[in-house]
């Protein structure tokens, strides 16, 4: 046999022409899979996550998918997790806090995954958490309900009892008493985030103990308060998004805190090779867009510059916002 020995032009030309394809060929897109514990549909918190999944896909070129619907139990979390990691995804972003002991224990057994918690507070070698500070928009919130209640008395409302939920009540509670600590608050979580009969039911029980203004920290379930404030003539704080837009005969404020942007950050920083492994990144009053609160136009002068000169004081940290709270909660209607 006899072989062929090319000349040096030819040589050139064949790895040249080996290489072009290499050279040429666009990298695959960085795959992301989302966990929603709700509906993505929910006009609260879930859907704000998922509006931040969506963002993520069209101003980073990220290929994404997403499980919506799970029900907050550790093990259906946890097995929604494995089967999104399984699928081979480069980050898998559990949004909401409820996702801490599920994200802990799947980013262990897929170690070549990068995970990340939306709310949360775990972190691992492939594991990082990103938190909006939704409680310092929420002792703002707390701040407005007690120098507008014409009673003396307000509520707060929310359903499943996870940790920023119950920083933010902490921080509504420490907001009403740090601008009136005279007025009463009624607090509960009614176990639901997004059962309208529930919450109605809850509300107007509030409303019957006087509660002139209502902080609802709800998903889907917010509609059946808003009904039975409108019927009532009560005001109410809502969250997550800017619901004096939605419904301003009906909303005062809103406690604006875009979880949006935890997840939008997560993937940022991921295609960006600055993923927060290990670290829990937080997003608090320094970043308006992320964090503010929302006044309605009829909130008085001297009251919106308290507010915003509270405001500050969390920013420049000379005012801090508790996260722990205790005492009596309001009982949920039979």
């Not at 801490?100 to 990082?128: I, Y």
């Not at 059946?224 to 005062?252: H, L, M, S, Y």
Request: glycine share 10%; proline share 5%; net charge neutral.
């Amino acid at each position: 046999m006899t072989l062929l020995r090319p000349n040096r032009r030819t040589a050139l030309a064949l790895i040249s022409s080996a290489c072009l394809p290499t050279l040429g060929r666009a990298q695959a897109p960085k795959k992301v899979a989302a966990l929603f514990a709700g509906r993505i549909d929910d006009r609260g918190f879930m859907q704000a996550g998922y509006d931040g999944l969506k963002l993520a896909e069209a101003r980073l070129g990220v290929s994404v998918a997403f499980k919506q619907g799970v029900q907050p139990k550790p093990e259906e979390l946890t097995a929604a997790l494995r089967e999104l990691a399984a699928a081979g995804p480069d980050l898998v972003i559990a949004h909401g806090g409820q996702n801490n002991a599920a994200a802990k224990a799947v980013a262990a057994e897929f170690p070549s995954v990068r995970f990340a918690v939306t709310q949360g507070n775990v972190t691992g070698t492939n594991l990082a958490s990103y938190e909006v500070l939704q409680e310092q928009s929420a002792f703002l919130a707390g701040m407005l309900a007690a120098l507008t209640t014409r009673t003396g008395v307000v509520g707060h409302m929310s359903g499943i009892r996870v940790t920023p939920g119950l920083k933010g009540r902490a921080a509504y509670a420490a907001g009403v008493a740090h601008a009136d600590p005279k007025v009463i608050l009624l607090t509960n979580f009614s176990g639901n985030q997004d059962d309208n009969a529930l919450s109605e039911k809850v509300a107007r029980a509030m409303i019957a103990e006087d509660a002139q203004v209502i902080f609802t920290m709800l998903n889907a379930g917010r509609d059946g308060v808003t009904a039975a404030c409108r019927e009532r003539g009560v005001k109410q704080i809502g969250n997550v998004g800017d619901w004096t837009a939605i419904a301003p005969d009906v909303f005062i404020a809103s406690a604006f805190a875009d979880s949006g942007r935890a997840l939008f950050d997560a993937v940022a920083d991921f295609t960006a090779g600055k993923f927060a492994t290990g670290e829990i990144k937080r997003l608090g009053l320094e970043t308006p867009e992320a964090v503010r609160l929302v006044m309605a136009p009829s909130v008085p002068v001297d009251i919106r510059g308290r507010i915003e000169a509270a405001a500050s004081s969390i920013v420049a940290g000379t005012l801090k916002v508790p996260v722990e709270w205790s005492g009596s909660e309001f009982p949920t209607p039979a």
